[in-house]
């Protein structure tokens, strides 16, 4: 009887939350660039008693997504993707942005379009940066994020004149929602569903990070705002990405669950507030 297999890219906090909330029961492929990482989840997930495998992945290489997708389809029935891995802008410069957060994400929703199975679900992982300085593109330019081959994402003239890794990143993941969408019609075509999530401030080692960042005290002042009051945690995030993969999201593809205790609507109400008061 062939396993049905559950893909997790990237190992970080969130990666690992999925993998724990979703993967009992099934096979699970973990990838991750940083191979030590790698290595330590892979042994932990087995101790814990995971039927778990696990293959390095550069994302900004097709080939080497390629090969991943290859590895999970001989694996057995491809059920869920999960795409996390990401670097935030206080680890990496806006070239690298644009290649991880970017092409990846574009390279893994056309790789792993080739083997998802009928039935299957995958979820990418967007920002809910992208509900703010990422939501303010002409519409061309965004047609031109969402439709172009992924080979040809880079060389679009508007990602040129950007310069600061956090705009970078706010594009990059607002560019992730609307290929998201395009792709949930190519997976539509062989049975399959597709979503991304978008993060609020979440209490994993990256988010961590860009707390500690240039951009700490506006994050901090946006949670302070928020509904919720809170850091979210990754297991917030895990239990999102668990109802998307399941058949109680049957309905839902192409679609953009803002998951961020409030804070979008915190910031979208004062923005209203300023206007009218």
């Known amino acids: ?68 997708a290859a590895t999970a389809r001989e694996l057995g029935t491809v059920t869920g993707v999960v795409h996390t891995a990401g670097l935030s802008p206080v680890q990496a410069p806006v070239e690298a942005i644009w290649k991880v957060d970017l092409f990846g994400v574009a390279v893994v929703l056309e790789e792993f379009e080739k083997v998802i199975a009928p039935g299957g679900a995958g979820v990418v992982i967007s920002s809910m940066s992208a509900y703010m300085a990422g939501g303010q593109m002409p519409a061309d330019v965004l047609a031109s994020l969402a439709t172009v081959p992924a080979d040809d994402l880079l060389l679009i003239p508007f990602i040129a004149g950007i310069d600061h890794p956090g705009h970078a990143y706010s594009v990059a993941k607002r560019a992730n929602q609307v290929r998201v969408q395009t792709a949930s019609l190519r997976w539509g075509a062989r049975g399959a569903r597709v979503n991304s999530i978008s993060p609020g401030v979440i209490s994993t080692p990256m988010g961590q990070q860009e707390l500690s960042g240039e951009s700490g005290a506006q994050m901090r002042a946006m949670i302070e705002a928020s509904g919720t009051k809170r850091l979210g945690t990754a297991f917030d995030i895990a239990n999102a990405t668990a109802f998307l993969l399941s058949q109680d999201a049957s309905f839902m593809t192409g679609a953009d669950l803002l998951v961020d205790g409030g804070a979008v609507a915190a910031v979208d109400t004062g923005q209203r507030s300023q206007v009218t008061g």
Do not use: C, P
């Open 1 to 68: 009887m062939a396993s049905d297999v559950l893909v997790v890219i990237g190992m970080g906090g969130m990666g690992q939350a999925v993998m724990r909330r979703s993967g009992a029961g099934r096979k699970i492929l973990l990838a991750d660039f940083n191979e030590d990482l790698l290595e330590s989840v892979h042994a932990a997930a087995l101790g814990e008693g995971y039927d778990v495998v696990s293959q390095q992945v550069d994302v900004s290489s097709r080939q080497s997504v390629a090969a991943l």
